[in-house]
């Protein structure tokens, strides 16, 4: 482990008592000039739950959470809009909510987001299918899950209409079909980076089902520029079984590679995470997925990796930290790209679910994440941690 890394494990470390107060004198304060805000609360806004969120920072220092708008309650089908509030002061404050896709009584939701390097231009990708079909008659083969581009040039004030990309993005039998959730990826490193001679890549990590499976399969989307046109990179066929990777996140690594980690829907091996390679920018997997042990106290939910900037820097990964239950939101921290990873601090032991996390400048990373005091889903709570500069 190199000195900085060394370092900002330590700060990381120290921050394993931080609530939701501000810390106390012998922390180093955030940047932002504040310990946490509350985007969303459900109940509020005209929404009687807000889930999934998605967070991004743009080029200008915005940041943007995106989340679906549950106007019925909790359950994952229904009337849902994907919303967005926007922060200028680092997370402390947030904007007014606005609606960047609309259901319109169906189901629009599983938001990634992404920020295009060259242009600053952000890209969000959706799912969307009829509200009155459940996960599982679509998997069963009714109805159709449907995919969705939308762009933003002024800073996320203002998006595109949504543009479907179904007939680009999803094999024929196929029937469940769900982006990230959480952000996408930007690829900056080897050929795809923005100083290369190649476009760059935006990578949205996704899983899918065929019909009549039981199971899942991997896949990812990719576009070449800017998000105009999308292609299918790699595919893993679901096949039941061991392993049956569902919802994914992605980060690229400081050597160029991406590294995968996705949720192990109920399959039979030990644990509930996954995780691959790709070395061509998603295109094709180094492996298949296999279990990755040693995030075997997360249960079985959706997670978030953050590679944070620098050549020796730790790969990041938040979730729920109860094996059986959604709560107590950690963050784990990988020295060795992801081959293993080390629990690092619990913001709380609350009730908590979903998250996503994102570096606001060389000394703070941001986490979104659902928690509430009786059940996970009552807010999504920004949380900023303080890396000292070492």
């Not at 295009?116 to 231009?121: E, L, N, Q, V, W």
């Not at 599982?136 to 203002?158: L, P």
Request: aromatic content about 6%; proline content about 9%; some cysteine.
């Amino acid at each position: 482990m190199t000195p900085r890394s060394r370092l900002l494990l330590t700060a990381l470390v120290l921050l394993t008592s931080l609530t939701v107060r501000p810390p106390a004198a012998a922390f180093a304060e955030p940047r932002t000039g504040c310990a946490g805000s509350m985007p969303y609360v459900s109940g509020r806004g005209g929404y009687a739950v807000y889930r999934i969120p998605a967070l991004v920072r743009t080029r200008h220092g915005t940041l943007l959470a995106f989340a679906e708008g549950r106007r019925s309650g909790p359950a994952d089908t229904g009337a849902i809009d994907v919303v967005l509030r926007r922060s200028t002061d680092g997370g402390c404050t947030w904007g007014p909510l606005t609606v960047v896709a609309a259901g319109h009584g169906d189901t629009r939701g599983n938001p990634a987001p992404v920020v295009d390097p060259r242009t600053g231009a952000v890209v969000l990708v959706t799912c969307s299918h009829s509200g009155r079909l459940t996960e599982e008659q679509i998997r069963r083969g009714a109805g159709e899950r449907r995919v969705f581009v939308q762009r933003s040039r002024d800073d996320g004030r203002h998006f595109t209409p949504p543009v479907d990309i179904t007939a680009s993005v999803k094999r024929p039998g196929w029937t469940w079909y769900a982006t990230g959730p959480g952000h996408a990826v930007a690829l900056t490193r080897g050929p795809h980076s923005p100083t290369g001679s190649a476009p760059v890549r935006l990578l949205v990590p996704a899983d899918h089902s065929g019909s009549g499976s039981p199971s899942d399969g991997g896949h990812a989307l990719y576009s070449d520029d800017g998000g105009r046109t999308w292609h299918l990179g790699f595919v893993t066929e679901p096949h039941g079984g061991a392993i049956r990777p569902n919802e994914t996140t992605a980060a690229q690594l400081p050597d160029g590679r991406v590294y995968f980690n996705a949720r192990d829907q109920y399959g039979s091996a030990p644990g509930n995470r996954l995780d691959t390679y790709s070395s061509d920018g998603g295109a094709t997997l180094d492996r298949p997925y296999a279990v990755q042990p040693t995030l075997n106290a997360v249960p079985v939910v959706q997670g978030s990796l953050l590679q944070l900037r620098g050549r020796s820097a730790p790969l990041l990964f938040s979730a729920p930290s109860a094996p059986t239950a959604r709560r107590a939101l950690a963050i784990w921290s990988s020295t060795d790209a992801g081959r293993t990873f080390t629990r690092l601090l619990t913001l709380s032991d609350r009730p908590a679910a979903y998250s996503d996390l994102v570096q606001l400048d060389p000394r703070t990373i941001g986490v979104l994440y659902e928690t509430g005091s009786v059940r996970p889903y009552d807010t999504l709570e920004f949380r900023s941690l303080a890396v000292p500069e070492g």
